[in-house]
């Protein structure tokens, strides 16, 4: 189940239509316009396939099966940075060039699992190298650009998995980060060190992929305690961080009794939203 409404600045619990209903009648619903809401809720709501996704083997596990089986709730601003990229993406498709493929679905699979991406563009250039080069960008929507030359680690393995995913050649492709904000725009091309071999991916695959289609298999979450230290770092901006920690308490209560060696994590207090 997806998210089924908002949140008020009193963290009341609305759903979308009331909260549309609201924005028609009076042009806005807690300071967002009907517009900027009706857009949002499209992208919230639409179909999603069902193949696991190149960005949910970069999220953690739980907030995925937690997003994908659990009404939840949350403030329009915290939409808003998902519905600014799509803006991006809007502008993107309509100036593609005439070579280029956007936004276009691609799937493979691996281990027997299939994993499905969009790039946000793919196009054939001539750098002036022999043959045939690719060159596959991801843009990206930003507060502001990155002072350093090289694209976030999570952006760099996402145009890995998707050059792996079309079956290009990471010698003879080009991989770049293209960010937007208000301060302009910076295209960041990863190194040759960055670029990873199909071994690299697949490697990165069998840790990422297989929790995602084990606790599908299972029909519940990863447990909590078991999730990567590097995830960890999501929870304070999940969606669904209350459910997850209240399943995540009982998780560990049942893991303590069950299998004490393996609960090395307890649930962190949650703190205020403000």
């Known amino acids: 189940m997806p998210q ?3 949140l008020t600045s009193s963290r009341t619990k609305v759903p979308f239509d009331e909260a549309l209903a609201a924005a028609e009648a009076d042009g806005e619903w807690e300071g967002m316009p009907f517009e900027v809401l ?4 499209k992208q919230v709501t639409a179909d999603r396939p069902d193949a696991i996704s190149v960005t949910q ?7 995925v099966f937690l997003q994908g089986t659990e009404d939840y709730y949350v ?12 803006i991006v993406h ?6 593609k060039t005439d070579d280029g493929v956007t936004e276009e679905r691609f799937t493979r699979d691996h281990r027997g699992i299939i994993i499905s991406g969009s790039p946000d563009s793919v196009r054939s250039i001539d750098r002036g190298r022999r043959g045939d080069r690719f060159l596959i960008r991801d843009w990206k929507s930003a507060k502001a650009l990155p002072k350093y030359d090289n694209a976030y680690t999570n952006h760099q393995q996402q145009v890995n998995l998707y050059r792996w995913l079309l079956h290009l050649d ?4 080009d991989l770049e980060v293209v960010y937007v904000s208000m301060e302009g725009v910076r295209i960041l091309r990863l190194k040759p060190s960055q670029v990873w071999s199909d071994a690299e991916v697949e490697a990165f695959l069998d840790r990422r992929l297989m929790p995602l289609q084990a606790q599908r298999d299972a029909g519940r979450p990863v447990a909590y305690y078991s999730v990567e230290e590097g995830d960890l770092w999501q929870c304070d901006y999940c969606p669904v961080q209350a459910i997850c920690y209240r399943k995540a308490a009982l998780e560990i209560r049942d893991g303590l009794l069950a299998e004490p060696d393996k609960v090395q994590r307890v649930v962190p207090r949650a703190r205020k939203k403000k």
């Open 170 to 173: 990471p010698e003879r492709t």
């Open 4 to 6: 089924v409404g908002w």
């Open 57 to 63: 083997t970069l999220s953690c596990p739980r907030k």
């Open 75 to 86: 403030s329009p601003m915290d939409n808003f940075a998902t519905f600014r990229g799509t």
């Open 90 to 95: 809007t502008m993107l498709e309509d100036n």
């Open 38 to 41: 009706s857009g949002i809720r």
